[in-house]
């Protein structure tokens, strides 16, 4: 494995060597965000009959339905005048699986090594047992699937819901919020599109099962950051400045230390009278930071 994707990690007297890496924008939210773009873009258009050339035909989207501009995250006002205007919502599983392929796989041909399941970037081949969190979890709890079930129920799943009337859907989930709905399509093509078809797991494996928690422990993305924080910070070598300052004249280190001190209380005090209190928070589905102002206390 490439040095770069690949991390230590020991726990009591074993360590284990992992593969590392962030693929950022791969994100279902993000990746339906990302297909939208790319049918206005003309990059992918499911229709081959030149009746429907200058319409964007999404097959992510149930049959019936029509957009909002509030609800799209295009760039200009006319852009999204113009999307709605030529929007058609085709929903078909298989066209929809075939366009989240191409998502996962754009790049590929600048692959330089042996496994590139996803795009570019190297990728060993998976062994073991795995768990899938967060929107797969809810995916398959949305179409009441087992825990361990098999990706050929998904795509069942997945098959009658893309291609029932978005009409029907609304009144048979009325609780739901229309906007989280209609990412179900794409999000069961999707996670085919990702676990199968990029990454080689049968439609039959029993290996991954969809949980969100284990022995009543929440699983988030930020603990398998956290872990990787952990360890990175142990790898860095360290500098003792303590050993260099102690040893240095004790008049010396009592000024030091005193004038240190002012300068880092004035500095503080004028920071906190002058600056807001901001939190920054990494959004791993949208690959950004988020700053979000504290009222103060």
């Not at 992992?18 to 003309?42: M, W």
């Not at 042996?114 to 990728?123: A, N, Q, R």
């Not at 398998?224 to 303590?242: C, E, N, P, R, Y």
């Amino acid at each position: 494995m490439p040095s770069e994707f690949s991390r230590s990690i020991k726990f009591g007297n074993i360590t284990y060597s992992l593969y590392s890496h962030s693929f950022l924008h791969f994100g279902q939210n993000v990746a339906h965000e990302s297909l939208r773009a790319s049918l206005v873009k003309g990059d992918f258009s499911p229709a081959a009959d030149s009746l429907h050339k200058e319409m964007y035909i999404d097959p992510c989207t149930p049959k019936g339905y029509f957009p909002e501009s509030s609800n799209l995250s295009l760039g200009s006002v006319a852009e999204k005048s113009k999307y709605i205007s030529e929007f058609k919502a085709r929903g078909n599983f298989s066209e929809c699986r075939s366009a989240a392929l191409t998502l996962l796989q754009k790049g590929k041909e600048r692959c330089s090594h042996d496994h590139c399941y996803l795009g570019s970037v190297f990728m060993p081949k998976l062994r073991g047992k795995f768990l899938a969190t967060e929107n797969f979890f809810y995916t398959s709890k949305f179409f009441r699937l087992r825990q361990r079930a098999f990706l050929s129920d998904l795509i069942m799943a997945g098959k009658h819901f893309c291609e029932e009337d978005w009409s029907k859907l609304k009144k048979k989930h009325q609780s739901l919020n229309e906007e989280d709905l209609l990412r179900y399509c794409f999000s069961s093509a999707y996670i085919v599109a990702l676990l199968h078809d990029s990454l080689e797991i049968a439609l039959d494996d029993e290996r991954i099962s969809f949980a969100n928690q284990v022995n009543d422990i929440p699983l988030d993305w930020a603990l398998g950051a956290f872990i990787l924080q952990s360890t990175s910070i142990s790898d860095v070598q360290q500098t003792d400045w303590i050993t260099i300052i102690m040893s240095s004249d004790s008049s010396t280190l009592v000024s030091i230390t005193a004038i240190s001190a002012i300068l880092m209380f004035a500095a503080w005090s004028i920071s906190k009278w002058r600056k807001p209190q901001l939190k920054t928070v990494y959004d791993l589905e949208k690959g950004r930071y988020i700053v979000t102002r504290i009222g103060r206390s």
